[in-house]
């Protein structure tokens, strides 16, 4: 039998986080260690229990999600930890992400994506929210942020030109009727671009796009 993964969890706005501990906890696969209100608390859990995964708020009294990411980075380099974030503070995900994050959620976040982002972090990937901005995509291709092993990945001029376009928002029937393919055609291409990058989102696809300069920052902002 597999072991499950183990959460630890850390918000200041105790009904979220008893609502977000109890949503992780019906998942059969998901085992909650524990659950603190601030950064210093989430540090000592951090060093009891040895969570596999830590979702944590960025803005918290005591000790903030910046300073205890990168504590906890420092002495437990193996916890995984996703940045919980609300729908304004680009700047602070930054900061979360070079402290040492793997991946940022905002706190509306749906069910399956903070399962599929808690799953994707364990196995050693970066998660990028679904709703992120194309403003904040650029932030992070700029920042100190490194997104882990970095292999290089061919694709053919019709894979580019279909990378650019969904990074610019053109849907694939849309796509499909200006480079004369069918829909069905470009739905295939668009699964194979995202399985050979391993993204699971258009966020993953975009900051891969723009730090890979397939697209620039003037094609989406």
Known sequence: ???????????????????????????????????????LHLLELVGSKMPDVVLTDIKMPVMDGIETTKLIRQKY??????????????????EMLEAGASGYLLKNAHKNEIIDAVTSVYEGKNYYCSHTSSLLASMIVRSRFKSGKEKEISFTEREKEIIKLICQQYTAQQIADKIFLSKRTVEGHRIKIMEKINAKNMAGLVIFALKNNIISEEDIL
């Open 77 to 94: 380099p193996e916890v995984k930890v996703i940045a919980l974030s609300m729908f304004d503070e680009e700047k602070l995900v930054i």
């Open 1 to 39: 039998m597999i072991p499950p993964i183990t959460i630890a969890i850390a918000d200041d706005h105790e009904i979220f986080l008893d609502g977000l501990s109890l949503m992780l906890s019906r998942q059969q696969n998901f085992s909650i260690c524990g659950q603190v209100s601030n950064g």
